[in-house]
């Protein structure tokens, strides 16, 4: 069992950054690739990013590459994503999600999920 508890979310202009965390729990939290996820209002959840258990391979929905960046530290059982160069329509709750086996992001099945953060980006 692996509990998945978001932070780091906000309210913060476009143009800035917000930077994300995602702490595990359970001492597997070095086997799991990790993803990250968003739902905008009235929109279906969306990937965002993935990490491999070994950070040796990453994902990106196209929406975000450049701007965004996910990394782990497997010492602190944490991922995390560097959010810069925001814009509103990155406004979502943001969501870790943790998988047991590594595929390519269309065929990833993710295990556990955390219960999300806020991310409001203001014009």
């Known amino acids: 069992q692996v509990q998945l508890v978001e932070s780091g979310g906000g309210l913060v202009q476009a143009g800035g950054s917000l930077k994300l965390s995602c702490a595990a729990s359970g001492r597997t939290f070095s086997s799991y690739a990790m993803g990250w996820f968003r739902q905008a209002p009235g929109k279906e959840r969306e990937f965002v990013a993935q990490i491999r258990w070994d950070g040796a391979s990453l994902y990106y929905a196209d929406s975000v590459k450049g701007r965004f960046t996910i990394s782990r530290d497997n010492a602190k059982n944490t991922v995390y994503l560097q959010m810069s160069s925001l814009k509103p329509e990155d406004t979502a709750v943001y969501y870790c999600?943790?998988?047991?086996?590594?595929?390519?992001?269309?065929?990833?099945?993710?295990?556990?999920w955390g219960q999300g953060t806020q991310v409001t980006v203001s014009s």
């Open positions: 999600a943790a998988a047991k086996f590594w595929r390519t992001p269309k065929d990833m099945q993710y295990d556990y």
